[in-house]
Every structure is written in C-alpha cells, then in structure tokens.
C-alpha cells in the first residue's frame, strides 16, 4: 500500500545542535512537501520539492533547510535548532503540476527543543 | 498566494445532529480546487472531500457535503448525523495550480460530539 512514512515520529533534542526530519514515499509522486503545525496557525509550508534534486522555499523557510536525494525521500534539516522550532512537523506527497489528486499525509514527527 | 480563513475556533454538537464548519478562501485563479482534511486524536490527517470551483454541484462523500457558494469566496462543510467519532479538527485547504500544487490550509475548527 502506497504510503508516507516519517521519521523520528518524536525527537527531543538540545539548543544549537542539528536535527534530521526524514521522510519516505512509496507513491511515486513528484511533488512532496513539509508542514508544521502549532496551535492556532493549522499547517503552515515550510519548503517543497517538485522531483529529486529540487527545493522550494515554502512560507515559514527561516531556520531549515531540504534536501530531496530521490524521487522517493525529502528531509527537513534544522541546522542549528531553536526552542521556536518545537512543534509537530508533517511531510505529505502530491502527484504533479495539472494532478486534481489530493495529498498523503505522514503520521507527523513531535519535536521537542530544549 | 492563496489565503484560507477558519473563524470558528471549536464547536460543540450533541451527537446525531448536524454541523456545519465555515472556511472562506481569497484567490485570483479563475479555476482552482478547495480541500477539507480532518485530523484524527492520533494526528492523523486523512482527506475528506474535494469541490472543483468549476463545478456548480456541491460534492457529497457519506455523510459529508460541501455548501459552496462562489461569489462568497465560500466553502462550508456540513456532517449530517454527526457520531461521536466525528470528534477532531478539521482543516479548510485550497490548492495553488501556479505552484506545484502547494496546499494552503486554514487555522482548522476542533469538532466534539457528545453524547
């Protein structure tokens, strides 16, 4: 069964050091994306990637980075991680630029910065 | 870009009534697609139902329909005889054509259905 699988589904990490959001999709989709999620602000884009090799600065880019290596896998990078950047994160993968088909969703990543 | 507006922070319903959550959306494509997720207690974030802006029929899906009015910028989902497994957030979402189909969600409404 097709699906997006994320990993850490928690991670708690320290102040200034580095944290890797992984994502897999076995859609075959070209597009993916990440989102995080706080209280009163729903889902907000981070960046996204329309193939392998792409990245596109979303909304809310500050402070991350992405790297999409294949078809199939798309991180979130966090340099050097803040308290701000405690939040729920979601990677979720689309078909192309003309799809009318909807997202798959992954079960989210908690991170917490302490 | 396109904006997504969910005023209704929370609502409560007595269980088997119906409810209907408010979305309004701003965009200058001519043809676009508006989206409703709901996100499960678990997180889980699962699609709904889609209304394609050059279709005048309101989509059904079960138990869920959309009331959308065009000229309102409008898109209202309505649950009919709501279950107690209804209870969860639901997100208003459109999609950006122009832009590799980048979903912009609203702040979401947190539905509880009681008994």
């Known amino acids: 069964e097709a699906a997006v699988t994320q990993s850490p589904r928690n991670k708690v990490a320290v102040t200034g050091g580095k944290v890797t959001l992984s994502c897999n999709q076995t859609?075959?989709?070209?597009?993916m994306y990440w989102y995080r999620q706080d209280t009163g602000h729903g889902l907000r884009l981070i960046h996204y990637s329309y193939g392998a090799g792409s990245t596109e600065k979303g909304d809310i880019p500050d402070g991350y980075k992405a790297s999409r290596p294949s078809q199939e896998n798309f991180s979130l990078i966090l340099e050097l991680a803040t308290p701000s950047q405690t939040s729920v994160y979601f990677c979720a993968s689309g078909e192309g630029q003309g799809s009318n088909s909807d997202y798959t969703f992954g079960s989210g990543t908690r991170l917490l910065v302490i | 870009a396109q904006k997504v507006t969910q005023t209704q922070t929370s609502i409560s319903v007595v269980e088997k009534t119906t409810v209907t959550m408010d979305c309004v959306y701003e965009t200058r494509d001519s043809s676009y697609f508006l989206f409703w997720y709901k996100q499960t207690a678990s997180g889980e974030i699962v699609f709904l139902i889609r209304q394609d802006s050059y279709k005048k029929k309101n989509a059904t899906v079960g138990h869920y329909s959309l009331n959308f009015q065009k000229p309102k910028s409008s898109i209202g989902l309505i649950i009919t005889a709501t279950q107690i497994e209804d209870s969860a957030v639901y997100f208003c979402?459109?999609?950006?054509?122009?832009?590799?189909?980048?979903?912009?969600f609203g702040s979401g409404t947190k539905l509880t259905v009681e008994p």
């Open positions: 979402a459109m999609r950006d054509m122009s832009n590799y189909n980048v979903l912009y």
């Open positions: 859609n075959n989709h070209n597009n």
